[in-house]
């Protein structure tokens, strides 16, 4: 894209100044929380009072939000991994893999990302309960998997279609049996798009709220479901300090992601 | 050992290959994790919505979903959460189409960072975006105090729970799933159409109208549809944002099952969703290939 | 396996893909050491034999035999074929020297070994400092040449090439046509060159085969091919051709081509070759540097000859050009050293002249309308030779 034209005109600067209304829309709000997270006052009142650390201690001490914060991670590390392999492996079925039915297959694998979340969680809630795995680590990590394998089998799909066939072809010719070839030419190169996959089940669930609140107890509670709880009663900043670290994690993965992307050398 | 056949040329049965190769076998872990894991709980809740029934209607399988369509309260939310569905659509279109036109003249570098920013809310916890609002629309929250340091406004603006709270938090979540598919048509218009309209006589306005606009359209049609759909489904959002009476399908679901265990009612009002969830999704592709949308969520 | 062991054997290959018959019946014998070329245009099925060569596409019939060894059961990674890709295939996750390491490793070859063939191979295709770039880094002519380092690290039985030069521009394409030719040699491998570009594969081949429809029209060398080609296609796709098309006709000892009101002397030898004889559809072929322009009215002294008008005449330095039309429209086109006597203009009547030893005749299936005896004609007189019975 890129066309030419005057910068100048009235046009493309009404155009301009409403895409900056837009970035600073998009962009702004959660850097709001930002500053608030530091506010000396006592309550959550803008603009800021001062400048404290008050809030992170407070963070810090209570064992609600540090628990919050270490169950979050375990679980979070945990969908990563599972999804990671089963979406990675599903991937390859789907883009190289032949069989029938397969675009319900796909269909399938999609659909945790179109049905509403709302029913996700309620269904999941009802049939964990069935099964005793709600309130528990491995049940939660059972339902954000399924949330999370889409992200892992897009981003593994899209390296996969996009990758040269030519080299697998090569490979074979210079003497490389099928299980040699997949280890040493076809995932070396996949790899930054199961590493980016990984890291979007990781957000996923460590972002994930409402399915959390179905199926987590007060023993075992995520962050997210700490912080649902907290912000509804609006009761002072220590959520903000909670959500500026939230926001500090996913930020540096996000940027982890687009590091890897840029070495990606399909080609 | 399993044996590479690639295939050369057309692809497809009509190459002689074999109907099922070995790579299929990888996608078998998966289906079953999603078959047992998430479908099993949907279909389940499925045959909720028919079998759990109130007391005294064990002969009619439809009764939740009469007792929801008769309920006046009931009826009252799915307008409303059609309604503000459709506002946050309106709204997106209003503010996508100009950005992801914007992203269309812009060069590559430049369309890019303007890609990031449209993805950053989708990519941040959505928790952490709706307390961002709750800071900023309160009554003693960033607007508020703004307009009345600079005597704009004696009294507090009533912006926190209300309608118009839930419709800024909603689009600007949603704002990527309408930027997305326009930007994708909009790139794909020859850039040399408006050029061969002005050569033509046509005025900026005139060839925009006339020929840009109409090509966009497709794209116009998909984002609402996708953004529609999404926003059907919302619950934490409007939830925090809004006040009761702005209530969706997705908070009154959640309320009959935490609060009145109303299990059947539940289940025949996320069956009423997720229909209305496919018809529409099922109408938008049958403009534009979906998984073009949802492509986007790799990391590009 | 004697030293006469055809390096490859192909005996009635067929491929189809659904309805299309990609291959249809292909045979061919490689020696070794020979440089073969694959030529023809898109889709002639040229493509689609070197990739069941190297076993990347099983054939639905017939035997590919590598080295005397029946391939059919062979997987790809076993058949010691050397492989180079139009795009090259590097891998991009590798450096060069690990590229070409790669079938040394996949053969388990030692580390210090390895180390010294990769770097004679880059030595070879002289690229010596080189190993440590990655493909990205590399100019498209120089991952082409890692490319074919890679492919004959390990001393393959076989090496195919799938259109190499293809993505390369002019310049770059004839200085590695010379530099493969180069290396095949001194390796004194067995090459299967597949292109659709015929000038390189004159410049490159000991014999080419021309691909058609799935089936080779003519196998030989570039001269036979130039010279005598076999079929319209062939005399068509390589060089360029005058034809003049008619039917043959024996009158004694002598065979003739006649079209129309015309007749000319053709060779017998040639003429009485399986697929042409007495009554059969042909046509006459004579390259452009082998017809001579004379006046119209200039003495015939024997050679066979028709009467044309000059459409356009183009300097092309070295040698000129002269387009002509005859009397029933077809094309005709002269090449002639700039020196050659005569200074002919668009619209001059004049007579083109060629030796019989300098025209060939193959069949013509098209030509089964003969022309009608009373074709219309520029005025012209037809030669002085006894008319045919009708």
């Known amino acids: ?267 | ?300 | 396996m004697t030293a006469d062991t055809p390096a490859l054997v192909l005996g009635g290959v067929r491929k189809r893909f659904g309805e299309f018959t990609a291959v249809d019946g292909v045979d061919l014998e490689v020696r070794r050491g020979e440089f073969i070329t694959l030529l023809g245009p898109s889709g002639s099925g040229k493509t689609t034999t070197l990739r069941m060569i190297a076993g990347f596409l099983t054939q639905d019939e017939g035997s590919i035999r590598i080295a005397g060894e029946e391939m059919t059961r062979v997987p790809p990674y076993r058949r010691d074929v050397g492989m180079v890709f139009q795009n090259y295939a590097l891998f991009p996750h590798m450096t060069a020297a690990q590229n070409i390491a790669f079938p040394l490793q996949m053969r388990n070859v030692g580390h210090d070994e390895r180390r010294l063939r990769v770097a004679e191979a880059l030595e070879l295709v002289k690229l010596a400092s080189f190993g440590d770039r990655y493909p990205r880094q590399l100019s498209g002519g120089q991952q082409q040449r890692i490319a074919l380092a890679r492919a004959i690290v390990f001393r393959p039985r076989l090496l195919l090439m799938d259109e190499p030069l293809g993505a390369l521009d002019k310049k770059l394409r004839e200085a590695l046509q010379l530099e493969i030719l180069r290396i095949s040699r001194q390796l004194e491998s067995t090459v299967v060159y597949v292109t659709h570009d015929q000038e390189e594969a004159l410049v490159m081949s000991d014999r080419i085969a021309i691909f058609d429809k799935g089936q080779i029209q003519q196998l030989g060398t570039g001269e036979d091919l130039y010279e005598r080609p076999t079929s319209v296609f062939v005399a068509d796709f390589v060089g360029e051709s005058n034809m003049l098309r008619g039917r043959l006709e024996r009158d004694g000892d002598g065979m003739w081509l006649h079209r129309g009101a015309w007749r000319w002397q053709v060779d017998p030898t040639i003429a009485g070759a399986p697929g042409l004889g007495d009554g059969v559809a042909a046509a006459l072929v004579v390259r452009p540097e082998h017809l001579r322009v004379v006046a119209i009215d200039a003495p015939k002294d024997g050679a066979n000859g028709v009467d044309a008008a000059v459409t356009e005449v183009l300097y092309l330095g070295p040698t000129r050009k002269i387009e002509l039309a005859l009397p029933d429209g077809v094309a005709a086109v002269v090449r002639q050293p700039a020196g050659t006597e005569g200074d002919w203009r668009p619209g001059d009547r004049v007579r083109l002249e060629w030796s019989v030893d300098r025209a060939v005749v193959v069949p013509d299936p098209a030509g089964d309308a003969p022309v009608a005896p009373d074709t219309p004609q520029l005025e012209a007189t037809p030669p002085d030779a006894p008319r045919p019975a009708a």
């Not at chain 1, 392999?85 to 179109?114: C, D, E, H, Q, Y």
């Open chain 2, 1 to 300: 050992m399993l044996f590479l056949r690639p295939v050369f040329g057309r692809a497809g049965r009509r190459t002689g290959g074999p109907l099922v190769n070995r790579w299929a076998l990888l996608a078998i872990p998966v289906l079953i994790f999603l078959l047992v894991g998430f479908l099993a709980p949907l279909l389940i809740m499925a045959v909720r919505s028919v079998t759990d029934l109130p007391a005294g209607s064990e002969g009619d399988p439809l009764t939740n979903f009469r007792r929801f369509f008769g309920g006046e309260a009931n009826l009252r939310v799915l307008g409303n959460t059609f309604f503000i569905a459709g506002l946050s659509t309106v709204g997106c279109l209003l503010i996508g189409y100009p950005y992801a036109y914007l992203m269309r003249l812009a060069s590559p570098r430049w369309a890019g960072l303007l890609l990031i920013a449209v993805l950053v809310p989708f990519w941040s916890s959505l928790l952490v975006r709706t307390y961002a609002w709750q800071v900023i629309l309160r009554d003693t929250g960033l607007i508020n105090s703004t307009l009345r340091g600079w005597g704009i406004i004696n009294q507090p603006l009533d912006l926190y729970q209300t309608t118009t709270g839930v419709l800024l938090g909603m689009t600007q979540i949603l704002l990527p799933f309408m930027v997305l598919p326009l930007f994708t048509t909009m790139a794909r218009i020859d850039p040399e159409l408006t050029k061969a309209a002005a050569n033509l006589g046509a005025s900026p306005t005139r060839a925009f109208l006339r020929v840009f606009f109409p090509l966009s359209v497709p794209g116009v049609l998909a984002g609402s549809l996708l953004v529609f759909v999404l926003a059907l489904g919302f619950y934490i959002t409007p939830a925090l944002l809004g006040s009761p009476k702005n209530t969706m399908l997705s908070a009154f679901i959640a309320t009959r099952v935490q609060q009145q265990l109303d299990w059947g009612l539940a289940s025949a009002m996320a069956m009423v969703l997720v229909a209305i969830t496919l018809v529409v999704l099922f109408l938008a592709s049958r403009v534009i290939r979906v998984r073009d949308v949802f492509g986007a969520l790799d990391a590009e």
């Open chain 1, 1 to 267: 894209m890129g066309e030419a034209g005057s910068w100048r005109s009235p046009h493309r600067l009404a155009l301009l100044a409403l895409g900056v209304a837009t970035v600073i829309f998009l962009v702004g709000p959660m850097l709001v929380v930002i500053p608030m997270s530091f506010t000396g006052a006592k309550i959550l009142s803008w603009p800021p009072v001062g400048f404290s650390f008050q809030w992170y201690a407070k963070m810090l001490e209570d064992p609600q939000w540090s628990r919050g914060f270490l169950n979050s991670m375990q679980v979070a590390t945990l969908t990563a991994i599972v999804s990671t392999i089963l979406g990675t492996l599903a991937a390859l079925g789907i883009v190289r893999g032949r069989f029938p039915g397969k675009g319900i297959a796909n269909a399938l694998i999609l659909s945790p990302l179109i049905v509403p979340v709302i029913i996700i969680a309620i269904g999941f809630f009802a049939f964990y309960s069935i099964t005793r795995l709600t309130g528990s680590l491995p049940g939660l990590v059972l339902a954000h998997t399924a949330l999370a394998v889409p992200f892992v089998v897009i981003n593994v799909g899209t390296v996969l279609r996009t990758m040269d066939r030519n080299l697998e072809l090569a490979a074979a010719s210079l003497g490389a049996d099928p299980v040699r070839t997949f280890w040493r030419v076809t995932f070396p190169i996949i790899l930054p798009g199961v590493f980016a996959g990984a890291l979007f089940a990781f957000i996923t669930s460590w972002d994930e709220v409402v399915v959390s609140i179905f199926m987590t107890s007060t023993r075992f509670r995520t962050l997210p479901v700490e912080m649902w709880e907290q912000v509804r009663q609006v009761v002072d900043p220590t959520v903000a300090a909670v959500a500026t670290v939230v926001m500090v994690v996913t930020t540096t993965l996000l940027l982890f992601v687009l590091v890897a992307r840029r070495r990606v050398p399909v080609r």
